[in-house]
């Protein structure tokens, strides 16, 4: 399983970024996915998650209305859209994924992508 996540960078607030996640080495259609954050001196959050077909999602109170995750199960890529940065969304920011191998379970993350919101 591999997660690798690209688009972060430094954007000013109100700015927009979106992060993309490819996925390979397993059947990616068949999971949800999460998007993930980790902030300097705070716990990791989780900021998003979508169904394994995209047609469901959930979203940390703090980026409802402001952040939409989507997946493209052709491109094996989960995608966070991310509009009216704020300073406080300042993180490196993870896709993740579990996976069930008979009674058990595995996590797997992408090596993050850094997003700074500054001006």
């Known amino acids: 399983v591999k997660l690798v996540e690209s688009g972060g960078g430094l954007v000013q607030p109100r700015g927009s970024l979106r992060l993309s996640c490819a996925a390979s080495?397993?059947?990616?259609?068949?999971?949800?996915m999460n998007w993930y954050r980790h902030a300097p001196g705070k716990e990791r959050e989780l900021v998003a998650v979508i169904s394994s077909a995209g047609s469901s999602t959930n979203y940390v109170d703090s980026v409802k209305g402001r952040f939409t995750a989507s997946r493209d199960n052709a491109k094996n890529t989960v995608y966070l859209q991310m509009n009216s940065l704020k300073p406080e969304d300042t993180a490196v920011y993870y896709c993740n994924t579990r996976i069930m191998y008979g009674l058990g379970e595995s996590s797997y993350w992408g090596q993050g992508t850094q997003v700074t919101v500054s001006s």
């Open positions: 080495g397993f059947t990616f259609r068949r999971y949800a």
